[in-house]
C-alpha cells in the first residue's frame, strides 16, 4: 500500500489596499506572461506585521449573512490547481514548476523550484514550510520554506488531488484514485488512515476545532464528515450533504469560522454553503467561470481579508473575491 512507501453581482475591479509598510498602492513591477518576474523591493523574509483577526466580537452563528453575495475580480493571479497564503502577504502556487509567491503589490518571489505540470494541493504547515500534491508522479512532497529544498513525504498515492494541514503539525492528502485519505507527519512520514471507502475523495478542510475533517467528492455528489478521536485516530465517515443529482465536479472545500462548508462546483461555477448539521445547502454564488478548483478565506496579512473568500478561476488566471460578511476559520499561521 502507498502508505507504506518512504516518503495537490460583479463588482468593478478590486480595491487595492495600500501597503502598511511602504505605502504603495500599486504594483512596484510589471507581471509578464510568464508569471515570473524579480522584484528587490522588499525581500521575502521582510514579513508585515499579521493581525491574527480575532477582535473579541463575538460571532452569531444563528444568524448568516444573506445569499447570493457580491465579489470583486482580481486579474493576473496564475492558473493553477491550489493556492494558499503564507505569513508574510504572499499568494503561494504552484506556476510553470515553481513554488511561486506573490503578493497584492507586485513583489514576487520563488520558493522552490522544479515541481511537476500538475499538481493539486498546495498548503502551509504550522511550521511555516510546504506541502504539494504532486499528481503526475503520485507523491506529497515537503518543501523547507527556508531552503527551498524538498523531500517526497509519501509516494504512490494514486491522483493525491486535495491537502489539508492542521496546528498539530500535521499534513492530510485525499488520494482520489482510491477513495482514501491519509493523515501523515510530514517530517517523520509516519502516517494514519483517516477514511476509505470513498468516491473520487477530492478536496479536503478542517472544521474551526479541527475535530472534523471535511471530504469532497468528484462526481458523487457528496461532502462526507469523518470526526477526531484522537490526534491520529477517526470514526467512520458520514455523508453531510448530498445533492439531488450528480453534481458539477465538487473540488475545492472550505469553512468558515461558524463551521459552514462551502464547496465549489468546478465546471458550473457555483458556490454552495452547508450548515454544519448537513441540513441547508444554499447557493453562495454563480461565478462567469467552468474551472474553479480551489479557494481560501484570506488571513488578514498584506490585504488578504479574513472576510473574503478568493476562489481560483484556473481558466483564466483570475481571483475572484467573494464578500462574505462572515470570517473564515483560522489560518494556520494565524496565532
Given at each position: 500500500m502507498w502508505w507504506a512507501l518512504a516518503f495537490a453581482c460583479q463588482r468593478p475591479a478590486a480595491d487595492e489596499t495600500p501597503d502598511p509598510t511602504s505605502g504603495r498602492t500599486t504594483p512596484p513591477t510589471?507581471?509578464?506572461?510568464?508569471?515570473?518576474?524579480?522584484?528587490?523591493?522588499?525581500?521575502?523574509?521582510t514579513a508585515r506585521p499579521a493581525d491574527s483577526g480575532d477582535t473579541g466580537v463575538a460571532v452569531d452563528c444563528t444568524v448568516l449573512p444573506p445569499l447570493p453575495v457580491t465579489y470583486d475580480t482580481l486579474q493576473g493571479w496564475g492558473t493553477a490547481e491550489d493556492f494558499d497564503f503564507d505569513g508574510a502577504g504572499y499568494h503561494v502556487s504552484v506556476q510553470q514548476g515553481n513554488l511561486f509567491g506573490r503578493d497584492r503589490y507586485g513583489a514576487v518571489s520563488i520558493l522552490a523550484v522544479g515541481f511537476s505540470s500538475f499538481t493539486a494541493g498546495t498548503r502551509a504547515l504550522s511550521t511555516g514550510d510546504w506541502v504539494?500534491?504532486?499528481?503526475?508522479?503520485?507523491?506529497?512532497?515537503?518543501?523547507?520554506?527556508?531552503?527551498?529544498?524538498?523531500?517526497?513525504?509519501?509516494?504512490?498515492?494514486?491522483?493525491?488531488?486535495?491537502?489539508e494541514?492542521?496546528?498539530?503539525?500535521?499534513?492530510?492528502?485525499?488520494?482520489?484514485?482510491?477513495?482514501?485519505?491519509?493523515?501523515?507527519?510530514?517530517?517523520?512520514?509516519?502516517?494514519?488512515?483517516?477514511?476509505?471507502?470513498?468516491?473520487?475523495?477530492?478536496?479536503?478542510?478542517?472544521?474551526?476545532?479541527?475535530?472534523?475533517?471535511?471530504?469532497?467528492?468528484?462526481?458523487?455528489g457528496k461532502v462526507w464528515a469523518v470526526p477526531r478521536l484522537t490526534d491520529t485516530t477517526w470514526g467512520p465517515a458520514t455523508v453531510l450533504w448530498e445533492t439531488s443529482g450528480i453534481d458539477g465536479g465538487f473540488d475545492g472545500i472550505n469553512v468558515d469560522v461558524c463551521g459552514n462548508v462551502y464547496i465549489t462546483e468546478?465546471?458550473?461555477?457555483?458556490?454552495?454553503?452547508?450548515?454544519?448539521?448537513?441540513?441547508?445547502?444554499?447557493?453562495?454564488?454563480?461565478?462567469?467561470?467552468?474551472w474553479i478548483p480551489n479557494m481560501r478565506w484570506g488571513n488578514d496579512v498584506g490585504g488578504w481579508s479574513s472576510d473574503i473568500l478568493y476562489v481560483s478561476d484556473r481558466d483564466q488566471g483570475r481571483l475572484f473575491a467573494l464578500h462574505m460578511g462572515i470570517a473564515g476559520k483560522k489560518h494556520v499561521l494565524t496565532p
Open positions: 510589471t507581471v509578464v506572461d510568464s508569471g515570473v518576474v524579480t522584484d528587490t523591493a522588499r525581500p521575502r523574509d504539494v500534491a504532486d499528481a503526475n508522479n503520485g507523491a506529497l512532497i515537503l518543501v523547507d520554506a527556508a531552503t527551498g529544498g524538498q523531500s517526497v513525504v509519501s509516494s504512490g498515492v494514486s491522483y493525491p488531488n486535495g491537502v494541514t492542521d496546528r498539530l503539525g500535521y499534513a492530510f492528502v485525499a488520494d482520489n484514485g482510491t477513495g482514501q485519505v491519509r493523515q501523515v507527519d510530514p517530517y517523520s512520514a509516519q502516517n494514519w488512515p483517516v477514511a476509505s471507502g470513498l468516491t473520487s475523495s477530492n478536496g479536503l478542510i478542517l472544521s474551526p476545532d479541527e475535530q472534523t475533517l471535511y471530504v469532497g467528492s468528484f462526481g458523487a468546478y465546471i458550473q461555477g457555483k458556490v454552495w454553503r452547508v450548515t454544519p448539521d448537513g441540513l441547508h445547502g444554499d447557493l453562495v454564488v454563480d461565478l462567469p467561470s467552468s
